[in-house]
């Protein structure tokens, strides 16, 4: 397994996060060559999943009926 330093990740969550469930978000960092990190915003301490950029620009099309 490949190691990838997310100590200065930017983090963002999506546009339509927002009202009082805020928190309850994913978070995506950009940058990282290779994989697509994601995390829920509520343990932003907590375990990231390393997601590869095929997948997850197929998932990215299915919730936004783009595939």
Not at 14 to 24: D, H, K, R, T, W
Not at 36 to 63: C, E, H, Q, T, Y
Request: glycine content about 12%; proline content about 6%.
């Amino acid at each position: 397994m490949l190691d990838h330093d997310l100590t200065n990740a930017c983090w963002r969550k999506s546009s339509y996060s927002g009202g009082e469930e805020q928190n309850a978000c994913l978070e995506v960092a950009d940058g990282v060559p290779g994989v697509v990190p994601v995390r829920d915003s509520k343990l932003a301490a907590g375990p990231v999943l390393l997601i590869g950029p095929v997948a997850w620009a197929r998932f990215v099309g299915s919730v936004t009926g783009q595939n």
